[in-house]
């Protein structure tokens, strides 16, 4: 034992200097860490803010139970709209009319066609004849483009410019 006491007097300056040494890099080990969990104190602040959640698990599923309401939310307004888009294709969107004279010796263009369709060439066109005793107001159904009464020349032509006008969208 005496041995060890003597090896230790020998080298008592070197193991109180390495013992010093050890105990400064401790020092930083620990303000290092110290440091870390401050960081992590505030970030974990920063996760919870704004919540009375007392853990992580809780805010998540809080979160989630969010998500979840807003994809429902989104779903119904999409089904919505589909449902507004197959409404307006059916919807009278164009519209075109012509006036002209239906009789030579009739003063002026007291006669016209308007034509009423929509995306799918459904509607109905009117036409109405201006004459010296009497106006007559005629409405003709369209169907596809084609009306399943004769037509005249005006009549066709104001159907044509809508169907083309349908097809430029």
Known sequence: M??????LNQFNVYITIGLCA???????????????????????????RGSNAENLEELINGYLDK???????????????????????????????????A???????????LVLLDDNYD?????????????VVYAKPINKGLSRYDLSEEEKNILKEVCEKVNDK
Request: hydrophobic letters at 40%; aromatic letters at 8%.
């Open 123 to 135: 509607g109905i066109m009117l036409t109405s004849i201006y004459g010296r005793g009497e106006s």
């Open 2 to 7: 005496e041995d060890v006491f003597k090896l």
């Open 103 to 113: 009789f030579e010796n009739i003063g002026s263009d007291l006669s016209f066609s």
């Open 22 to 48: 050890l105990v400064i890099i401790l020092i930083i080990l620990n303000l290092s860490s110290m440091h870390s969990m401050k960081k992590l104190k505030r970030d974990y602040r920063k996760l919870m």
């Open 67 to 101: 998500v979840e309401k807003i994809n429902e939310d989104s779903k119904q307004v999409k089904d919505i709209y589909e449902e507004l888009q197959d409404q307006v294709k059916k919807c009278v969107k164009n519209v075109a009319m012509v006036r002209y004279k």
